[in-house]
T-cell receptor, first 112, second 114 residues
Framework: GESVGLHLPTLSVQEGDNSIINCAYS??????FIWYKQESGKGPQFIID?????DKRQGQRVTVLLNKTVKHLSLQIAATQPGDSAVYFC???????????FGTGTKLQVIP | NAGVTQTPKFQVLKTGQSMTLQCAQD?????MYWYRQDPGMGLRLIYY???????DKGEVPNGYNVSRLNKREFSLRLESAAPSQTSVYFC?????????????FGPGTRLTVT
């Protein structure tokens, strides 16, 4: 498949370890944040979201943390598996479907 | 459900040629979008359609036109392709969920303009 991010920051993690992927957002008016996973040659896939009135949300093996004070978002993946290898990027929504801004992404490499 | 489908998967055009990228969704979503993705950059919105019969410009609309043919289909047309339009194009659709819009993406069309 084709790489969609040639110069992305890369996080290498041993299989079974936890992964933490960070994202700084820009708009203090953003009220909704989403994490997407994009595997090579595929479209982005929704992982988890969080509203600005929350600071933590948990899903299956994933947790998103939101720090509005420093405009920082993180995605934690527990017990990282080879199938988690992908590019992860955050998106912020400042209101309405046309006001979604996507980050450039972080490449997660899982070492077996 | 097939979700969001896009055709073609790959395309090579010469400068000045025209083509239409097709997108269809079977999730009964009202809103549909076209994005482009370039290396080192996030997804950028080209056009969107809030509902059948309406279309609006996004961040990077120049050189493109769209048609919302019906609720299922949203096409993107390049009238005169330029090398700067070499990119991966993604179509998405969304439904409102508590006031926000969870987007579902297609597999993408990889376009090269020579």
């Amino acid at each position: 498949g084709e790489s969609v991010g040639l110069h992305l920051p890369t996080l290498s993690v041993q299989e079974g370890d936890n992964s933490i992927i960070n994202c700084a957002y820009s708009n203090s008016a953003s009220d909704y944040f989403i994490w997407y996973k994009q595997e090579s040659g595929k479209g982005p896939q929704f992982i988890i979201d969080i509203r600005s009135n929350m600071d933590k949300r948990q899903g299956q093996r994933v947790t998103v943390l939101l720090n509005k004070t420093v405009k920082h978002l993180s995605l934690q993946i527990a017990a990282t598996q080879p199938g988690d290898s992908a590019v992860y990027f955050c998106a912020e929504n400042s209101g309405g479907y046309q006001k979604v801004t996507f980050g450039t992404g972080t490449k997660l490499q899982v070492i077996p | 459900n097939a979700g969001v489908t896009q055709t073609p998967k790959f395309q090579v055009l010469k400068t000045g040629q025209s083509m239409t990228l097709q997108c269809a969704q079977d999730m009964n979503h009202n809103s549909m979008y076209w994005y482009r993705q370039d290396p080192g950059m996030g997804l950028r919105l080209i056009y969107y359609s809030a509902s059948e019969g309406t279309t609006d410009k996004g961040e990077v609309p120049n050189g493109y036109n769209v048609s919302r043919l019906n609720k299922r289909e949203f096409s993107l047309r390049l009238e005169s392709a330029a090398p700067s339009q070499t990119s991966v194009y993604f179509c998405a659709s969304s439904r409102p969920t508590g006031g926000v819009y969870e987007q579902y993406f297609g597999p993408g069309t990889r376009l090269t303009v020579t």
